[in-house]
């Protein structure tokens, strides 16, 4: 049995307390956050938690192997820190560090001391992402011509992020899980609408080798809520709707074929071999849960995890990229070679 | 009775026919092609029109008051040109040419022989894009925050012209109609993914005064068809799909306040005045006929056409700048101030 | 080259004509309606064209080969039958009559004067309905366990008809085709809202053998159109959405499934071998140009249309019996065996 | 503090005990079901509640004040009236009881002891219908010229009941609500395609007074999930539509006006007046929330709950004259005045 303290209980800590309590081999020990009314919350949905207002009460907690930082950004790496160094596997919410240099620290004291660090790139659980990294994994689709994803809501506006940090995040993560190669340059371009507050609507273009081409729209101030992937291939094409119930992933035989005889390229609209539009089952369970169990296992079996803390580094790297093309209107960035 | 001539009688050459045989003051003349069976077929459907394969037997035409140029891109400015020295009323396909100096050379001419030059921006005379205009116009939306337009396809990839020229240009006249404000610097990136050919996949983001964004995403290489346009207000957002068959605009009432008490910005998501959305009817009319009506009107009127050759020059000196970022991996373009 | 001549030119009229001027084998030779805007309106689309008020003019003309009735129901059996008197091939609009006696009535004189009788059940001619009839037919959907089908719209009401008359009439054709058995039995409810008007609103259920059951919704008074199918079939089921751009016809792999060891029954809901949805890609070629071309092969050939004056009968056969129903408050009606 | 005891953990029971967790005036004392990993996994997610196998035990437990039925239908009398002669106020889930007589005994039993008796019509507790009551209520629509509900999906069987007392019992809950009238007579038709397993499909057709038509279809065995309904009156119609995230009602600007002059009826299509389409806000809460919530203040201020255990007894008494129908081939079944 894992002991777990979660230090943040605002809008995502619950959902891990949540998923926690079903599972068979962990429980949540303690829960940190520096509002009363939420720990009574806490406390009355499981009245034999532990509260507290002093996330160090969670990090030295005897009974908590592990920890789960889910509070803002910017305390990231101290709480994190802190609870790698006292020796706990720390799971902590994205992006892992506000900055490339503290994800780099972090991950280096984790992997001194030994412990598991991760980060909570939710998405990579789903399964429609494993099924789109399947798709494109296995050859089904070509040569991957391009990646296109919008991301956009009317959202709450954080104070100490933007769109950018807030949702691109996940994008990013999903290319590197699913590509599985480094972009050589990006631009960015984004607006804040809102006196005092950061940018609310970005659009982020990464180029990578061999012509192919990413593109993410995030925004905090669409009238509809939009989380649509496109996946463009020489062979087939993907579209990824995650606000689809059933059908998220669909992958349409359609595509660009060369008439030599022709001597010039023509696209195969009309084909017997083309067009049919196929959806395969996706496994529709909690990726929280998921995520969780990985998380666990990981912990017992001394793995790294999926979304290791070298993934939550790869991502704050662009972000940090993009964030300065951002400031100087967009100009492209060239990147040099990941580190990890 | 305006008689009128057509040059191209491809793709959308019949269109033209089909709808001026449905006006009671004008009348299709002859029809020329460099095809015989196009010939043909436009013979089969109206036995009395004239045909040629010779565009000067159209232009030279006694009976003909009136040329729609119909043809590839890079022979709008030669053909239309030598219309408008032939003395007649000249429609001209979008882009109205290859080039920003080609336009103004169009221009010029027509304005020395008086005679009516109008350019093909077909969605300017949609009942959506009108319904659009109005509600940005009269203020419904307040300040304008952004714009995004996507225009996807799998499209019939074109020799002579790359996707910005194919799908852009109809974003970029909407927003000069809707917005009636100039960008002052833009950047944009594509790719090229089929050998031998002109890029396929294109995003093209647009800087105006005031913290307004625009952007465009065009595709010849998407498996869904897309038309969507998400237009962000500080009193309210649009959204306008053109699939649609009957809601084609939706304006929703949201939208940011200021909660000064407070001393923060908070998104009023739940709000008794916020939340309801509402379509409001537009004109279904097919927009050709009405551009055309609008087209005699303006020659009997002697009146300046909505989408006069201004208003094309405007768009061909975007995608002009556009065509130089994207040669130049996405580097940002200023603008200058635009001289029509 | 087939001379045909069209009998009515106001709502369905022209879409024959202007199809039958695509044709290479065939020409519209003369048109006539009662009224002389319509007529002057297909002169002005193709001057070549004769036009007439009477219909005669088209029955007797002495190059006209073939009719097309495309006039109310209430003149179908007239109309029709003297052109098939006359020695005309015959292409009658659905309804083929307004009674059941009526259609047995022509398809007799046409059988005995060896002319084509056809109706224009033109839902049959599509690439969607063909491919739903595959489906069915090749016993990749297993037991057809029900059919369910919605055709709805604000429509515009008819003088002569009720909405089942009206559109009922294309369900049942339909079903007629893909199912290719009669049904044992039907009953049917309906309400006139419009005082002086017929049936607006009409519930249809048929009983086949086989515990297979089929029910309509047709409706007038719909704010929302809809044309949407279900069939549930013991291994996969279909959903063929008309409204559908593309995927208009969806194979869902689900089903239910016997497990003999808990001696009970459950939905397979999740399941690796169930789940995935498949839409074949469809012809999307318009449906009245395949039946046109069907209705010129069989003229030529001598062979019976796949939509022939029995299949007319046959679904005239339940518009009876279900009006008798609706006016009895939808008693059941029992069906006796089909003569046809 | 209200002292709650659940009898049922299976589906819907952890929902309830969920919602009162999150209650400040209710808790949750103690849980009964006959599966003991159930209990366990309420034990888990809340080591405080007692937990047994015997109902008896939630009922006569000292500091239970109201009990929650959540069994299989057939068990709801018999626990529901022992709770009641308990004195505790009891919340049957739907429908109320198995038969009209039941729901009877039931309810005087309840009026006796002075406890209130709720039942959950869940659905009469959401935004979205109470927006539809108002709308229908306020006369906005006009006349109800029809009420249409599809419900289906690939649902659970369930042993001991059919899709009719599974999911009909909803609309017809919201028909009683919504429209507030009683029918005078209704017929039903359905088929069972599992041996040995009750009726999966059913059409429900209800007949009011004044034209007024309502018909539910009900389906377990469909691929796809829909819970739409169509509410067409003389002045406007609503499309209620609970699988949309956000916009579950629209109000269409749509009708059929009469043209005195032209002596007949024309379907006002296009119109200035008409046609625009607006979807007000609704409260998004959960209904479970808001229907425990209500409760608990029925409870303490000694109010009739808005779904009473008449209008439980209502809901059965359709549903019995359905059952009769549907074992008779649809025959059409009288009502009498309800007693009720």
């Known amino acids: ?78 709480l994190a820190l802190q609870a790698v160094r006292a020796g706990k596997h720390t799971l902590v919410e994205k992006p892992v560090c506000a900055t490339r240099s503290q994800a780099e620290r972090l991950i280096e004291a984790a992997d001194s001391r030994n412990v598991t660090l991760m980060v909570d790139h939710t998405f990579l659980y789903t399964g429609a992402v494993r099924k789109v990294k399947e798709l494109v994994g296995s050859g089904q689709i070509g040569d991957v011509y391009y990646y296109d994803a919008v991301r956009i809501n009317l959202g709450l506006f954080q104070s100490d992020t933007n769109v950018l940090w807030d949702l691109a995040v996940h994008d990013l993560s999903i290319i590197d899980f699913v590509l599985g190669v480094q972009p050589t340059a990006l631009s960015c371009s984004g607006v804040s609408h809102v006196p005092g507050q950061r940018e609310d609507v970005a659009f982020l273009t990464l180029h990578f080798p061999a012509n192919l081409i990413a593109h993410l729209h995030v925004n905090w101030l669409s009238p509809v809520k939009l989380r649509r992937t496109l996946i463009g291939g020489s062979r087939r094409m993907i579209v990824y709707d995650d606000l689809e119930p059933h059908e998220k992933v669909r992958v349409h035989d359609k595509g660009v074929i060369v008439d030599d005889q022709e001597k010039r390229y023509q696209l195969r609209l009309v ?12 496994d529709l369970s909690e990726a929280l849960r998921t995520e969780l169990i990985h998380f666990t296992h990981c912990i017992e079996g001394r793995e790294q995890p999926i979304t290791d803390g070298r993934s939550g580094l790869r991502v704050v790297r662009l972000l940090e990229a993009a964030s300065q093309s951002l400031a100087n209107k967009g100009i492209p960035i060239e990147l040099g070679a990941a580190a990890v």
Not at 44 to 63: A, M, S
Not at 271 to 282: A, C, E, H, K, L
């Open 1 to 78: 049995m894992i002991g777990i303290g979660v230090i943040g209980y605002g809008y995502w800590g619950p959902n891990f307390v949540r998923n926690i309590s079903e599972l068979a081999d962990a429980r949540v020990v303690i829960v940190a956050d520096l509002k009363g009314e939420r720990l009574a919350l806490a406390k009355r949905r499981n009245p034999v938690i532990e509260t507290t207002r002093d996330p160090l009460d969670v990090i030295n907690h005897p009974q908590v192997d592990a920890v789960i930082v889910a509070t803002p950004v910017a305390t990231h790496f101290d």
């Open 271 to 282: 084909g017997y071999r083309t067009g049919d539009v196929w959806s395969p089952q996706v």
